[in-house]
């Protein structure tokens, strides 16, 4: 019985093992770009956490919505940039509104994002209703989500 397990478990860690360094091929090595290259290039930039898309576009403009496209919060809005350090900073203005709810029309919030290096993948089945048709895959961090007055200038 010993002996099974010990060949059992043997085989086990060989998979994991061969699954770990699979992505040691030069093949399956992937090209990690910095967001705001990607922005300039495809004058868009869509990230996801699972649950909305972020959408930046070079015009300034900002959109979130939920991934599902049919229920959630939505924002629309407008960026501005800070890429002065290593990681992409996004600060966002927006006017926060539900999909299939109400809205008050009044309500806004400030977003602060970060935003590391990633890697493009198309939207595909995953995310059918992404707006864009890639996704950039990428650790991001919203710092900051709270609620502010109207601004002057609405988004």
């Not at 010993?2 to 043997?10: A, N, P, Q, V």
């Not at 629309?76 to 709810?101: E, L």
């Not at 994002?113 to 650790?139: L, N």
């Amino acid at each position: 019985m010993r002996t099974i397990l010990i060949i059992i478990l043997s085989l086990l860690v060989g998979r994991l093992f061969a699954v770990e360094t699979n992505h040691l091929d030069s093949t399956n090595i992937r090209k990690y770009l910095d967001p705001a290259k990607v922005l300039e290039t495809n004058g868009v930039l869509t990230i996801t956490d699972g649950s909305s898309f972020y959408v930046f576009r070079t015009n300034g403009t900002f959109s979130s919505m939920p991934v599902d496209g049919f229920s959630g919060r939505t924002f629309h809005g407008t960026w501005t940039p800070d890429f002065s350090s290593a990681v992409a900073k996004f600060t966002v203005v927006a006017q926060m509104r539900w999909i299939n709810g109400i809205s008050s029309g009044d309500e806004y919030r400030k977003i602060v994002f970060f935003i590391y290096v990633g890697h493009e993948k198309p939207a595909g089945t995953d995310y059918r209703y992404s707006p864009t048709k890639t996704i950039f895959d990428c650790y991001f961090i919203i710092d900051e989500l709270v609620k502010i007055p109207k601004p002057d200038k609405s988004p």
